[in-house]
């Protein structure tokens, strides 16, 4: 089953950036990879046209060959880098100017690649796994592949290769059993959930000896901020800052999204001033909280929302439910720190649990309120 990252596909102001071309091409990447095809995605517009029935009965024409995607620089035009804007969910146009550069640079930082803004074969490499890497807010299972895959192989102290095969399934029913769990080999709410409170196993052959149960210490206790959901509630990241999905823009580009189900609570990560509470374009159902720092902490996508401008709040407060509003395409909390007035995206967020580091595929349990 295909899965996709949430992500935001419009402008702060409205102004949708050709984002359903970036969501057909990520859509594509998927089957293309399971097929083992070339890894290029189709652009938009581009018709698939059946086989007549009866070729069936012929003898089968050879497979084409794999498509290699060529090395694009500034100034490439075509096909290709309309594919690469599609990835980037950027304007497509074809023409590789200062803004796809741009893009590009900060996808490579994202990813530990040379920054350079030349896409070559490690940047399409990487450009592929982030198109068919699952999404924490859906199950995953037996053929999926990614980092989130790598982070459930490190909890369960199997061989780690990001690739959820047979004996990775043996190890999560393992698990499962010796947890009272459902034991069906497939990583839901229930199971993830026992994962993030489980130590990381070591690794080194493909065991199934399932984690103890435990909390993760705080990467940083002095922080001014908590992640924003109830004690021991365990949070999938499925984009962090600089995320090539949508966090490369001067709203969001130090944002974390959160893979949480509709209905989850969302608590304050700071105390402070409701600064605005509103229903926008792209971000949905908002709420801004002004602390100490004199930025607000914007809170997006949500579903439901419990305060109202002026009103004073604490950290670990209640303010609202997570959701799935806005340009959204799964259910997800949207987090950042925001100028107040303009959206524009300030810094990363530095948490007691995380501190500045947001990988995606990886769970944050929060201890807000501990």
């Known amino acids: 089953m295909t899965k996709y990252l949430p992500k935001h596909l419009a402008t702060r102001h409205g102004r949708v950036e050709s984002a359903c071309v970036g969501a057909a091409a990520a859509r594509g990447s998927r089957s293309a990879l399971a097929l083992g095809v070339g890894a290029t995605l189709p ?15 012929e003898t089968p024409a050879p497979a084409p060959a794999p498509t290699i995607s060529p090395v694009l620089t500034f100034d490439s035009r075509g096909e290709a880098v309309k594919t690469l804007q599609a990835r980037l969910a950027l304007v497509v146009d074809g023409w590789y100017g200062p803004v796809t550069t741009a893009a590009v640079k900060d996808f490579q930082r994202a990813n530990r690649l040379d920054v ?26 037996r053929g999926d592949s990614g980092p989130l895959v790598r982070a459930i192989q490190s909890k369960l102290g199997v061989n780690v290769d990001g690739v959820f095969g047979p004996l990775t399934e043996s190890a999560v029913m393992t698990f499962q059993r010796s947890h009272g769990l459902g034991v069906d080999g497939v990583v839901g709410a229930k199971t993830t959930y026992a994962l993030a409170l489980a130590t990381d196993q070591p690794t080194g052959g493909d065991t199934s000896t399932p984690g103890q149960r435990g909390v993760p210490p705080l990467v940083h206790p002095d922080a001014p901020y908590e992640l924003p959901f109830l004690n021991g509630y365990p949070a999938p990241i499925t ?128 201890r807000n309120g501990s």
């Open 43 to 57: 652009v938009a517009g581009a018709a698939v046209m059946a086989a007549p029935a009866f070729a069936a009965q």
């Open 116 to 141: 350079d803004g030349v896409v070559g074969p490690r940047t399409w490499a990487a450009l592929d796994a982030s198109s068919a890497q699952p999404s924490a807010g859906d199950v995953v299972r």
């Open 239 to 366: 984009q962090g800052p600089y995320g090539a999905a949508s966090h490369h823009k001067y709203y969001d580009k130090h944002a974390v999204d959160f893979g949480v189900p509709t209905g989850t609570q969302v608590v304050a990560s700071a105390s402070g001033v409701v600064f605005k509470t509103e229903n926008n374009v792209t971000g949905g159902n908002t709420v801004l909280i002004k602390d100490a720092s004199g930025f607000c902490m914007e809170y997006a996508h949500l579903s439901s929302m419990n305060v109202v401008a002026g009103q004073r709040v604490s950290q670990g407060q209640k303010i609202a439910l997570s959701g799935n509003t806005g340009f959204s395409t799964g259910p997800h909390l949207h987090w950042g720190i925001v100028d107040c007035s303009s959206y524009t995206s300030i810094k990363i967020a530095d948490s007691k649990e995380l501190g500045t580091t947001y990988v995606p595929g990886t769970i944050g349990v929060s």
